[in-house]
């Protein structure tokens, strides 16, 4: 590797530690992806309801580049001294904000685990959609799973992430 090469490989690396030990939002990953655009990695939080017997873990990956969708991770957990059966597959979720819903697509499990009552799926909603959804203070997952309803409420620790992200785009042209 010649000395320009390591050169930037090295100013790379420091610019991207100082990103993010500046972040508000200590586990928020940025990085460039093709063509310039940048992609975030929302990790995992727990999505709780008011009162319930089940938890969902959210993680989202958003690239702020036209035609992606975001991808929407999500473990449905009851609680592990509930009797009974775990969460099957959801029949149907989505995101609600500002009275307005935001239905996920290609809902498909990643795994089911039937000691720890978890059913972990994946989805995706489109970029664009997405944007508009966390921009609002409130938020919400509705799911429909086994023939019941289940609402849950985004953590505050959300909105730190939310802002990060938010206010590195801020003036960015979507690419």
Same mark, same amino acid.
């Given at each position: 590797? +010649? ?19 500046? !972040? ?14 940048? @992609? ?8 709780? #309801?008011? !009162?319930? +017997? ?10 702020? @580049? ?27 979720? !989505? ?5 307005? #819903? ?5 809902? !498909? ?5 039937? #000691?720890?009552?978890? @059913? ?15 921009? +609002? ?32 785009? +801020?003036? #960015?042209?979507?690419?």
């Amino acid at each position: 590797m +010649n000395t320009l090469k390591r050169f930037l490989l090295l100013f790379l690396l420091i610019h991207f530690a100082l990103l993010s030990c500046a !972040s508000k939002a200590p586990n928020l990953i940025r990085f460039a992806a093709e063509e310039g655009a940048a @992609q975030y990695y929302f990790p995992m939080m727990i999505w709780k #309801q008011k !009162s319930g +017997n089940i938890k969902a873990e959210c993680d989202f990956t958003y690239r702020y @580049q036209t035609g992606f969708d975001a991808i929407c991770n999500i473990s449905f957990m009851f609680e592990k001294g509930r009797e009974g059966t775990f969460p099957g597959l959801p029949d149907s979720a !989505s995101f609600e904000a500002g009275g307005k #819903q935001y239905p996920l697509r290609g809902i !498909s499990s990643l795994f089911s685990d039937g #000691q720890k009552k978890t @059913q972990r799926i994946t989805s995706t909603l489109p970029g664009e959609e997405f944007l508009e959804l966390i921009k +609002n203070d409130e938020l919400a997952l509705n799911a429909s799973i086994d023939g019941s309803r289940y609402r849950f409420i985004a953590p505050k620790k959300f909105f730190p992430y939310r802002d990060e992200v938010l206010s590195s785009m +801020n003036g #960015q042209e979507m690419k």
